[in-house]
């Protein structure tokens, strides 16, 4: 008698397993999602419309994970931290598409299903199937209306859960606006939504509107250098993979161009860029720096050049390779006492932080971050601007930026600063010529709902 076949699981489709393997490597290694989900899909051939189905898996149930994760723990009936951590990302894997794509509803569960028997047994694929079975009963909105904190008691509470946010991010933002606070709902919103690539012409070799032209982009609002691209992968574009423009925010752009921009009592272009990892700002100050050199401007008549300080042996080897062909000295010791002497003209201090302003683009990070980050940042903060400020020549200016607008990161680092340093506050604003709604200075803080950028911090100081 011939024994009955017993049914083969299906696994998980290419475009599924990729996404899948993502939310794993970040749970597990608490790797970053933009760098896992780009080379998975070019090593394993994944293009065209599952490539974008895999990428806004990844990165929606990335973004969305408190959502996900409130709306899986209702409907299973146990808090995340009692589900095994691989079911529980198979279910917001499953739970994304159900709440937030077109996907069908029978695919969305059966092919999460069959990956769970596969990975696990029966038993557990009947529990994420009965989750999901309940998830797909009601849309997204009626979720969110039940377990949102309510409006009334808790507004910012209330903002940050429907937009996906943490409540401590979503009020460091509110404390940030201050008088305009009332834009908290739109910069959420502008959090979430998947930002444009920006494009950096190099100074002297490309022009802004040349660059467009050769990747068919658009000029930029702001910055002299920047360009817009429609879509596709910028390390393939010629411009970039010839070191004639960078993969870059207009924000950054901003800031490495506001310390070119500052007045300074003479300079004779010795630079620094005391935090310079990977290299970013640093390529464009030293672009700066060469081409003032090529015409023999004041900035750098003798002959200017960046010292770069990286103490990360990896994020220095990205500095020397961004900045490959420019007048850059890479050194790797620590900013905080790099044993330089006090000569330099104008410094960048672009510190270590929470990255709470560039979460647009790191989709895991706004969950990955807590409240309990900010104070050895801080500290970091203030013995890095202190040490910027010593190593400045007197007439000379210090740049103090950050990635993020929590003010215990900014205003508070700058507070400091001018209180046991002797250095004058500058006013910021015109060093952003051409920006908008820069507030009451004298530091400049930009927003992503506001400039289109991330929300970079930037304070100028005189020293002496």
Known sequence: MTKPRRSRRKPLDPARRAAFDVLRAVSERDAYANLVLPTLLRERGITGRDAAFATELAYGA???????????????????????????????LGA???????????????????QAAIEFDSARAGFVNGVLRTISARDEQSWLEELAPSADSDPVGHLAFMHAHPRWVAQAFADALGRDAGELEALLAADNERPVVHLAARPGVLTAAELAEAVDGTVGRYS???????????????????????????GSQLVARALALAPVDGDAGRWLDLCAGPGGKTALLAALVAHASSGKTTAAESGGRVIAIEPNARRADLVEQNTRGLPVEVLRVDGRDPGLEPQFDRVLVDAPCTGLGALRRRPEARWRRQPADVPPLGRLQRELLASAIRLTRPGGVVLYATCSPHLSETVGVVADALRRHPVTALDTRPLFDGVDRLGDGPHVQLWPHRHGTDAMFAAAFKVG
Do not use: K
Request: aromatic share 4%; net charge negative.
């Open 62 to 92: 990335c973004r969305t994970r408190g959502i996900l994760d409130a709306v899986i723990a209702s409907a299973a009936g146990r808090e995340p931290e009692r589900i095994n951590p691989v079911l529980l990302d198979l279910l917001r």
């Open 96 to 114: 994304y598409q159900l709440l937030r794509t077109r996907v069908d509803a029978h695919a969305a569960v059966s092919t999460t299903v069959e």
């Open 224 to 250: 002299p250098y920047a360009v817009y691209l429609a879509g596709g992968d910028p390390g393939a574009l010629d411009p970039v993979r010839d070191g004639a423009a960078l993969v870059q925010d207009e």
